[in-house]
C-alpha cells in the first residue's frame, strides 16, 4: 500500500513527538509515563481538530479552521470542495429558475408525476386548464382530480404512445404523457375546444352543402340525358362537354359526403377478420375491367391477416389502382403485391407511370391537391380519392407510405400493423 505524501508527513511528526517525549522522560526518569503523555496530547489534539471539523461542517463559512499537519490538508480541501458545491449550486439554483420560468411562460398545462401517479409539479397553465390548487393538489393522485373514465383508462393502461382527446368540465382536451426518468410522467395537455368546434362546423357545412347540391345536379342530369338524345349535330359537342362536367360534378359531391361521413366516424373499436386474398383479387379483377387491356396488370397476393372495415379497404385499394391506371402511360406496368415482417402487412400499388416529384408527396392527401391540374381533370381526377385513403387508414391505424421518381413510376405503400387477437 502507498502513503500518501501528507500522511508520511504526519507519522514522521508522530515519530518525531513521540522520540521528543521520550527523551524528556529519560531525562527526567519517567520514560513510560512520558511517552503515555504524549500519546494523550496527540489523541487530544485529534479530537480538538474533528471537533472544530463538526462545527465547521454544521455551519460552513468561508473561513476554515487553521491547523497544521494532516489536518491543514484536510481542512484546506474540505474548503475547496465546499466553494465548488457552492458554485455547483447556483449553477444549479439558475437552470431550476430558468426552467421554472419556461415552464411557467408555456401555453400548455404541464404535469410532473411520479410512478404512482402522484402530482409532483404543475405550472400556471394547469390550473386554468384542470382547477388544480397548488396547495391543496400536490401530493394527490391525478385520477382522483382527473375522474374522466376516458383519462382514467388511458392512464392505467400505461400506453403512452398516442395522444388522448377526451372532454373534461366543458372543455375538449388533448393530452400528451412521456415517461422519463426513475419511473416519472411528465403530461402535456391543451384546450382544443375551439379547433374542434371549428372542424365541426367545416365538416357540417362541406356534408350539408354536398347534400344540397346533390339535388340540382341529379335534375341537371336528367335533363341533360334528354337533351342528348334528341339533339342536332351542331349543339352536340357542348351538350357532351356539359354533361363530362355535370358527371364529375356528381362524382365529386359523392366523394365528399363520403369524406364527411369518415371525418365524422370515430376510430374503430370492433375490427372483423378481413378475406384479404378475396378483397384483393375482387379489386384487383374491377381493375382489369376498368384499365381495357391499355396497362399490363400484375398480382403477387399472399395471405395476409388485416383486421377492419372490409367495405373501406376495398375503397383504398380501388383507389389507389384506379390512380395508378389514370396516371400511367398506355402499354406501362402496375403491380398489385403484398407482404409481410414482424411489425406487419402490407399492400403494394406499383407502377412504371409518369412518377411524382419530392415536393408534391407531402401533400398528396390533401383535399384537391393536384401536381397537374390540367392533367388531373383530363383524367376525371377530382383531388379527393387520396384524401379519403388517408381518412380510412387512420380510421385503422394504418399508413400510407409514397415513394416516388419523375419519369420511374410511383409505389402506394399501406402499412396495417399487427394486432392481437
Not at 362537354?241 to 369524406?259: A, F, Y
Not at 387491356?293 to 379497404?313: C, P, Q, R
Not at 385499394?317 to 409481410?340: D, F, M, Q, V
Amino acid at each position: 500500500m502507498t502513503l500518501s505524501a501528507t500522511l508520511q508527513r504526519e507519522l514522521v511528526f508522530l515519530v518525531a513527538w513521540m522520540l521528543f517525549m521520550l527523551t524528556i522522560g529519560a531525562v527526567l526518569g519517567v520514560a513510560l509515563p512520558a511517552l503515555f503523555a504524549a500519546l494523550v496530547l496527540y489523541i487530544l489534539w485529534h479530537l480538538h481538530n474533528l471537533n472544530r471539523l463538526v462545527q465547521w461542517l454544521n455551519k460552513p463559512s468561508k473561513n476554515t479552521p487553521e491547523a497544521i499537519g494532516i489536518w491543514d490538508e484536510a481542512f484546506f480541501k474540505l474548503h475547496n470542495q465546499h466553494l465548488r458545491q457552492r458554485k455547483s449550486r447556483k449553477k444549479l439554483t439558475k437552470v431550476l429558475k430558468r426552467f421554472q420560468r419556461s415552464t411557467k411562460a408555456m401555453p400548455f398545462a404541464t404535469v410532473v408525476l411520479d410512478s404512482n401517479n402522484v402530482i409532483e409539479w404543475f405550472n400556471p397553465a394547469s390550473k386554468a386548464l384542470f382547477s388544480f390548487r397548488s396547495r391543496l393538489d400536490i401530493g394527490q393522485r391525478i385520477d382522483n382530480l382527473i375522474r374522466q373514465p376516458e383519462f382514467i383508462k388511458y392512464l392505467s393502461k400505461k400506453d403512452f404512445t398516442k395522444s388522448l382527446e377526451f372532454d373534461n368540465q366543458q372543455k375538449k382536451i388533448s393530452l400528451n404523457i412521456t415517461e422519463y426518468g426513475n419511473g416519472q410522467y411528465l403530461l402535456s395537455a391543451s384546450d382544443i375546444t375551439q379547433r374542434t368546434k371549428l372542424d365541426e362546423m367545416r365538416r357540417n357545412f362541406i356534408s350539408n352543402a354536398s347534400h344540397e347540391l346533390r339535388t340540382p345536379i341529379t335534375v341537371m342530369s336528367g335533363y341533360i340525358e334528354m337533351l342528348q338524345k334528341n339533339i342536332n349535330e351542331s349543339n352536340r359537342f357542348p351538350v357532351e362537354k356539359i354533361s363530362q362536367q355535370t358527371i364529375r360534378m356528381e362524382k365529386i359531391i359523392s366523394e365528399l359526403i363520403e369524406l364527411a361521413k369518415l371525418e365524422a366516424t370515430v376510430s374503430i373499436d370492433k375490427y372483423e377478420n378481413l378475406d384479404m386474398t378475396r378483397l384483393l383479387t375482387e379489386v384487383f379483377n374491377e381493375a382489369i375491367a376498368l384499365d381495357q387491356n391499355k396497362h399490363t396488370l400484375l398480382s403477387d397476393i399472399e395471405d395476409i391477416k388485416i383486421t377492419g372495415v372490409y367495405e373501406e379497404i376495398r375503397i383504398v385499394i380501388s383507389n389507389l389502382l384506379t390512380n395508378a391506371i389514370r396516371y400511367t402511360p398506355e402499354g406501362g406496368e402496375i403491380i398489385l403485391s403484398t407482404s409481410k415482417d414482424d411489425d406487419g402487412y402490407y399492400i403494394h400499388v406499383k407502377d412504371n407511370g409518369i412518377g411524382i416529384g419530392y415536393e408534391h408527396i407531402a401533400r398528396l392527401t390533401e383535399r384537391f391537391y393536384r401536381v397537374d391540374e390540367g392533367r388531373s381533370r383530363e383524367k376525371g381526377g377530382t383531388g379527393l380519392g387520396l384524401a379519403i385513403v388517408k381518412q380510412i387508414l387512420d380510421h385503422h391505424d394504418a399508413i400510407l407510405t409514397i415513394n416516388s421518381q419523375p419519369g420511374k413510376g410511383s409505389q402506394f405503400t399501406c402499412f396495417f400493423p399487427a394486432r392481437d387477437n
